[in-house]
């Protein structure tokens, strides 16, 4: 199974185009959810309208859709999957794949992306045995490219040999084995995540406007290449990631505890927007407004700081140790003077001052300060956010 996965079907311009259907329904059986691009000649087999009704999503067709650019970039959208499927895989396309080309959506697509992709050829049999696919499956096995089939069978060509697609149900399982053997296989992340509260009265608290999507989309970006991951998150509106242990606290204590115990983890990501503060003496009964003449004073209490006491830790700290500063001036400089005080490997600092949208909203706009040095990131989603993090957590820790 791969709930809450979601996959960028490309479907090639081949007569096992029809099969596409049936593997768009057993993928999302599965629990994955499905974007799906044709190319021209793919809509001459299928219909975009039955891709659109069966998908439930829009099909993406044409790179230059000014509509399309305007919701989605034709980067961002190769970014966005955990997984991108090419079913069927033509000779065309396998062989514009290995030089590179970008010629159309899909093609573009497939060179700009830093996601797996998993191919599945369909050609007569001549085609496939020809030197040049052969030369250009080679080439795409050496590029990392993922390859299911083709099978042994009669085509509908006529004749019969090696060159149908492979059954949706075999495509299926390659895709999960992809998704769940990923190169994080064996290592444990911990991800704290939204906000805290922090109790005033049995009915009150203090909280900020975290939502928890960065952090909900890191732990999936994680699962997705195979880490064992432990999310603990505060009260959030946000979809829980999938493939995930979930641990849900309330306050910053609570999210301490579940962080200690979740101990030995390979790197840890403090997402979350922790209270730095909570009422020294939560009442047991609610504050009533008349019960005096003055207004109720509220003593606040410092928190423990999660990121600074592990990336303290004497014995035992995990390798890779993330944290985020979130903040509205002089903001270089104050994430530069986090990092130290903290002692954390990297911080990803952005701008929270209600003007960018960032807290709350989809995107998010990051520098990376580590002791590598400063690296600004354009302003993308916060789903990509997460895959670009992912990846520079794999080449530290694999
Ligand atoms: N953090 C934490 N525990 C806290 C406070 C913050 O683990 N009690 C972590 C956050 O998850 C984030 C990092 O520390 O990764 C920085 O959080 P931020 O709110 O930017 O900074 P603060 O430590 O709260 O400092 P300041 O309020 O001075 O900006």
């Not at 793919?42 to 309208?49: H, Q, R």
């Not at 909280?207 to 994680?222: M, P, Y």
Request: hydrophobic letters at 40%; glycine letters at 8%.
């Amino acid at each position: 199974m791969f709930t809450g996965r979601r996959i960028l079907l490309i479907i090639g311009g081949g007569i096992a185009a029809y099969k596409s259907l049936d593997l768009i329904r057993v993928l999302q059986k599965r629990g994955a959810s499905i974007v799906p691009v044709m190319t021209r000649g793919a809509s001459e087999f299928v219909t975009p309208l039955s891709v659109a009704a069966l998908s439930q999503n829009k099909v993406f067709q044409d790179l230059f859709d000014l509509t399309d650019e305007a919701e989605m970039g034709h980067i961002e959208l190769s970014r966005s999957a955990d997984l991108i499927i090419v079913a069927p895989a033509t000779a065309d396309l396998m062989a514009k794949m290995a030089l590179g080309l970008a010629s159309d959506l899909a093609t573009t697509i497939l060179l700009a992306t830093n996601t797996p992709v998993l191919i599945s050829p369909a050609m007569n049999v001549r085609m496939w045995e020809h030197a040049s696919t052969q030369r250009n499956l080679k080439t795409l096995r050496d590029d990392g490219i993922h390859i299911c089939g083709p099978d042994e069978g009669s085509m509908a060509c006529g004749e019969f040999g090696l060159g149908r697609m492979s059954e949706p149900e075999s495509i299926a399982d390659s895709a999960e084995s992809i998704l769940l053997n990923g190169p994080l296989k064996g290592k444990h992340v911990l991800v704290t995540s939204g906000p805290t509260h922090e109790q005033i009265d049995p009915v009150r608290y203090i909280s900020n406007r975290s939502s928890g999507a960065q952090g909900s989309a890191i732990a999936n970006a994680l699962a997705s290449l195979g880490a064992r991951v432990s999310f603990v998150t505060g009260p959030s509106v946000c979809e829980m990631p999938s493939g995930c242990d979930i641990i849900q606290v309330e306050t910053a204590a609570e999210m301490l505890n579940a962080v200690q115990e979740s101990l030995p983890f390979d790197s840890g990501i403090f997402t979350a927007a922790v209270s730095d503060w909570k009422i020294e003496n939560p009442t047991k009964s609610k504050i009533k407004k008349k019960e005096s003449d003055n207004l109720p004073i509220l003593k606040l209490v410092e928190n423990p700081d999660l990121l600074a006491i592990i990336s303290q830790m004497q014995a035992g700290r995990p390798k890779l140790v993330i944290g985020f500063a979130a903040e509205t001036d002089d903001l270089l400089e104050n994430a530069i003077l986090k990092r130290k005080r903290k002692g954390c490997d990297w911080i990803l600092m952005n701008d929270v001052s209600p003007e960018t949208g960032i807290m709350g909203g989809n995107e998010n706009d990051i520098t990376l300060i580590s002791d590598k040095g400063i690296e600004d990131w354009p302003r993308m989603s916060k789903r990509s956010v997460a895959k670009l993090l992912v990846e520079k957590i794999v080449d530290e820790l694999v």
